[in-house]
């Protein structure tokens, strides 16, 4: 099932202000929408600028859309006590292109392996639910040329089945540049060749 998917969740703005406490430890968990590893270690090089006093920077990351790429990372603590319970919650909010840090200020007190899942799970958790969580679309673009005296058959076609115009050239020999969802490519493909007039091809 999963290839016919053409949508993904993420989050379009950071979000911070997730802090937890226990036994002495603030665990400040920040969210940032991201796209390569180069805005990944960006983010999490600022972080460490502004909390140099911290003594952990611990994260997950998933990338890409149709696919998808992970890593989790402990920096430090306990093996699997931190990147992956934070990484829990992405898959948990079914998310991706998306990076979480979890800062620690070490209080002095040892949580223990359990407590410190419980501390980057609850964090990571919270910043969550501080984002805006948005639906986006897997498109598909395609080029499509045609004669100008063509060009209300097209248009009526680019409205009825509401295609995203990216583009548009138009002299006796019109191109436009087109994008529609993933799962309604092969729909519209055979519309335009159903015209006569317009040939088109995938991008």
């Known amino acids: ?12 703005f950071p979000a911070n202000d997730a802090i ?3 036994r002495g430890s603030k665990f400040l968990a920040y969210a940032f929408p991201v796209s390569s590893e180069e805005d990944i270690q960006r983010f999490i090089g600022q972080l460490k600028e502004e909390h140099h006093k911290a003594r952990h920077w611990c994260y997950a990351w998933r990338i890409g859309e149709e696919t998808k790429r992970f890593r989790a990372n402990d920096d430090g603590e306990p093996n699997n006590s931190a990147g992956q ?4 919650q992405i898959l948990s ?3 991706t292109n998306v990076l ?6 070490f209080g002095g007190t040892k949580l223990g392996v359990g407590g410190l899942i419980n501390a980057y799970k609850t964090a990571a958790n919270l910043v969550l639910n501080n984002a805006k969580i948005v639906t986006k679309t897997i498109d598909v673009s395609y080029n499509i040329q045609f004669e100008y005296k ?3 058959k097209v248009m009526r076609l680019i409205k009825e089945k509401n295609i995203n115009l990216i583009n548009q050239k138009m002299e006796m020999q019109c191109d436009f540049l087109i994008s529609v969802r993933k799962n309604d490519g092969s729909q519209l493909k055979n519309a335009f060749e159903d015209l006569r007039c317009v040939k088109i091809k995938k991008v």
């Open 93 to 95: 909010f079914d998310l």
């Open 150 to 152: 063509d060009m209300n």
């Open 100 to 105: 979480i840090v979890v800062v620690r200020y």
């Open 85 to 88: 319970p934070i990484y829990g």
């Open 20 to 22: 937890f406490k226990d």
């Open 1 to 12: 099932m999963e290839e016919n998917l053409d949508s993904f969740k993420t989050i379009t």
